[in-house]
């Protein structure tokens, strides 16, 4: 009798424990994935949603995946369920990833980090030159811009409160507040005590003060939101030839695309950029199945067969 009642209570202890899990699990992975919502904007932004073109305003609920493109001479101010702030400057390019991390292309991004609620999965901003890793309660200025003669963007960030973790180059730096730091290709990121003078003199003006979460009311729509157009080459083809990591998730997503000639002769002009692109362009002829394989090798092989043989029909 005791040890039923013991195995018993075990058992009702490990249901419990699985309930408590299960919630947790749950509860981690809605922080995770809290939508974005444009707060504010100066202009309308320009969103490409899987392989449409939209303009969307202030109050507009925004997707994973989603391409955002702001308007010159403004400033657009996103912001999630879990705390999370984001500002683009002018003609800044940011994707929206699952979860919490976020492509910056090029342009100037603010983001702060205000855990409403505990878990707080970190903030990860993704750039060519490497990842910023958001500390807790933290803001930071990040910005992609184009290198000497062309080349690759150089990332700089000003940690503006906390401490952020700088991933480039295979070296992990921390960025401690007031600092500043910057990343080349192939070199370890520079830190310095404070930022430099072209550093804040080029900062859009907006950025020097603190984000603060503004009150959202959802755009009203009578009817569900139309494209403008189909996406083309020139929309994407500067995400299709970043360094980012998001990058090998594009050919997949773009590949309806195809279909349009405009489109397709552009991917095909550009292959030595875009080599994962030549499968999806010229794909291998397919190999015969097991089944052909064999029918063909006895074909072959009774064909040899001496003309006395047994197993030729008469």
Same mark, same amino acid.
């Given at each position: 009798?005791?040890?039923?009642?013991?195995?018993?209570?075990?058992?009702?202890?490990?249901r419990?424990?699985?309930l408590?899990?299960?919630?947790?699990f +749950?509860? *981690?992975? #809605?922080? /995770?994935?809290?939508g974005?919502?444009?707060? =504010?904007?100066?202009?309308?932004? &320009? @969103?490409?949603?899987?392989?449409?073109?939209?303009?969307?305003?202030?109050?507009?609920?925004?997707?994973?995946?989603?391409?955002?493109?702001?308007?010159?001479r403004?400033?657009v101010?996103?912001?999630?369920?879990?705390?999370?702030?984001?500002?683009?400057?002018?003609?800044?390019?940011?994707?929206?990833?699952?979860?919490?991390?976020?492509?910056?292309?090029?342009?100037?991004?603010?983001?702060?980090?205000?855990?409403?609620?505990?878990?707080?999965?970190?903030?990860?901003?993704?750039?060519?030159r490497g990842?910023?890793? +958001?500390? *807790?309660? #933290?803001? /930071?200025?990040?910005?992609?811009?184009?290198? =000497?003669?062309?080349?690759k963007? &150089? @990332?700089?960030?000003?940690?503006?409160s906390?401490?952020?973790?700088?991933?480039?180059?295979a070296?992990?730096?921390a960025?401690a507040?007031?600092?500043?730091?910057?990343?080349?290709?192939n070199?370890?990121?520079?830190?310095?005590?404070r930022?430099?003078?072209?550093?804040?003199a080029?900062?859009?003006?907006?950025f020097r003060?603190?984000?603060?979460r503004?009150?959202?009311?959802?755009?009203?729509?009578?009817?569900?939101?139309?494209?403008?157009?189909?996406?083309?080459?020139?929309?994407?083809?500067?995400?299709?030839?970043?360094?980012?990591?998001?990058?090998?998730?594009f050919?997949?997503?773009?590949?309806?695309?195809?279909?349009?000639?405009?489109?397709?002769?552009?991917?095909d002009?550009?292959?030595?950029?875009?080599?994962?692109?030549r499968?999806?362009?010229?794909?291998?002829?397919?190999?015969?199945?097991?089944?052909?394989?064999?029918?063909?090798?006895?074909?072959?092989?009774?064909?040899?067969?001496?003309?006395?043989s047994?197993?030729?029909?008469?």
């Amino acid at each position: 009798m005791r040890y039923r009642r013991l195995y018993a209570l075990f058992l009702l202890l490990s249901r419990r424990l699985r309930l408590v899990l299960a919630f947790g699990f +749950l509860f *981690a992975v #809605s922080q /995770a994935h809290a939508g974005w919502t444009i707060a =504010a904007a100066d202009a309308p932004a &320009t @969103v490409i949603r899987a392989t449409n073109v939209y303009q969307l305003g202030a109050g507009e609920a925004l997707r994973d995946d989603d391409l955002i493109e702001s308007a010159p001479r403004s400033v657009v101010q996103l912001q999630d369920d879990a705390g999370r702030l984001l500002a683009l400057g002018a003609q800044t390019r940011v994707l929206l990833q699952a979860g919490t991390r976020v492509s910056l292309l090029d342009g100037w991004l603010k983001v702060a980090q205000t855990c409403a609620t505990q878990p707080c999965a970190a903030t990860v901003i993704d750039t060519e030159r490497g990842a910023l890793e +958001l500390g *807790a309660n #933290s803001a /930071a200025v990040i910005a992609a811009l184009p290198g =000497a003669e062309g080349s690759k963007s &150089t @990332v700089a960030v000003f940690s503006e409160s906390g401490t952020q973790t700088l991933a480039a180059s295979a070296h992990r730096n921390a960025v401690a507040p007031g600092s500043f730091a910057y990343a080349i290709a192939n070199t370890p990121p520079q830190i310095a005590q404070r930022p430099s003078s072209a550093f804040l003199a080029d900062m859009p003006v907006a950025f020097r003060d603190a984000l603060q979460r503004v009150p959202v009311t959802p755009a009203a729509h009578d009817h569900a939101i139309k494209p403008l157009r189909a996406a083309s080459y020139d929309d994407v083809s500067a995400w299709l030839t970043s360094d980012l990591p998001a990058r090998k998730r594009f050919p997949a997503r773009f590949r309806p695309r195809l279909s349009d000639p405009a489109f397709r002769r552009a991917i095909d002009q550009n292959l030595k950029a875009l080599p994962e692109w030549r499968v999806l362009l010229y794909p291998p002829a397919p190999h015969p199945d097991a089944r052909q394989r064999a029918l063909q090798s006895l074909r072959v092989n009774t064909s040899a067969l001496p003309a006395n043989s047994l197993y030729q029909h008469p």
